[in-house]
T-cell receptor, first 116, second 114 residues
């Protein structure tokens, strides 16, 4: 049963610290997404990659957030320095993007981040 | 700009009742996709359905059915004979023709009690 995995599942850190969240997409999927979920804003798309290249990161605060795909099996989302307003659940999703578009996004379990 | 509105924040029903979750969307695209996702208490988002804007045929999958009406920009979701396991937050989402970037509604929290 192929699944998107995310680590860590929970992270508590202090303001100003660097946070790194990791995602392993489903094997064979070439598109990876990062979403953030908060009570106030709901689910927001932060960035996504296709074939490891960033396609859109317009939803991501550029000054402190960065997203990368070092290889096809790993996507990372970093926050440096972290702030209390970054507290949220961060979801990674993956899918198989073809010429006609993307069919379905499979979501990971999320990383619950708390910044004190 | 795309927008999804789920006006019902919370719904509570008794088991075996039918329940409809509303979704209204706004887009200037002629080709787009609509989605429904379920988020159970465990937190994961579970894909339920994807609908192309050119396909207005209603869909039924077991106890689930979806009614897509372009004339009213709505994509409503009905659960027939609800069960306790249906308790979750349900999200409606919209994307452009690529199907990549999902714009989610705020979600409707459904509570089904025995």
């Amino acid at each position: 049963d192929a699944r998107v995995t995310q680590t860590p599942r929970h992270k508590v850190t202090e303001m100003g610290q660097e946070v790194t969240m990791r995602c392993q997409p489903i094997l064979g999927h070439n598109t990876v997404f990062w979403y953030r979920q908060t009570m106030m804003q709901g689910l927001e798309l932060l960035a996504y990659f296709r074939n490891r290249a960033p396609l859109d990161d317009s939803g991501m605060p550029k000054d402190r957030f960065s997203a990368e795909m070092p290889d096809a099996t790993l996507a990372t989302l970093k926050i440096q320095p972290s702030e209390p307003r970054d507290s949220a659940v961060y979801f990674c999703a993956s899918g198989l993007g073809l010429a006609g578009g993307l069919d379905e996004q499979f979501f990971g379990p999320g990383t619950r981040l708390t910044v004190l | 700009a795309q927008k999804v509105t789920q006006a019902q924040t919370e719904i509570s029903v008794v088991e075996k009742e039918d329940v409809t979750l509303d979704c209204v969307y706004e887009t200037r695209d002629t080709t787009y996709y609509l989605f429904w996702y379920k988020q159970p208490p465990s937190g994961e988002l579970v894909f339920l359905i994807r609908r192309n804007s050119f396909d207005e045929q209603n869909e039924i999958s077991g106890r689930y059915s979806w009614n897509f009406q372009k004339s009213t920009s709505s994509f409503n979701f009905t659960i027939t004979a609800s069960q306790v396991v249906d308790s979750a937050v349900y999200f409606c989402a919209l994307s452009d023709q690529s199907g990549y970037a999902l714009n989610f509604g705020k979600g409707t929290s459904l509570l089904v009690t025995p």
